[in-house]
């Protein structure tokens, strides 16, 4: 499989939408529907890593669709991309407020694993 089989088999994994892809990685719309419908037509690097940053693969797994086991290529998820990038349009108050949220579940999530 190539970039283009790639990239369909990533999006239809994570369930986002090409537009929503385009937003998150700062790449067109049009260039990533070109990627997904036209034969033979690769991103430049720049554009490729940002795909694959907001994925959670690596370049090289878009391109080939092979894993390489040897590096560490822990990426955020995509869900969490998304949540930043709201994250950051909040004011300081509501940001607070989010991030104390996450740590009063993330609190609860670990108590309820010494029951």
Known sequence: MG????LKSELTYSGMLVKELATLSGVNKRSIDNYLNTHNCMPSADAAVRIAAV???T?????????????????????????LKNLETLNKRDRKIVLN?????????DSERKI
């Open 3 to 6: 970039f283009k089989e790639n």
């Open 55 to 57: 994925l959670g693969v």
């Open 59 to 83: 370049v090289e797994y878009l391109i080939t669709g092979q894993v390489n086991q040897e590096k560490n290529t822990s990426q955020p998820a995509p869900d969490s991309l998304v949540i």
């Open 101 to 109: 949220l996450i740590k009063s579940l993330k609190e609860m999530e």
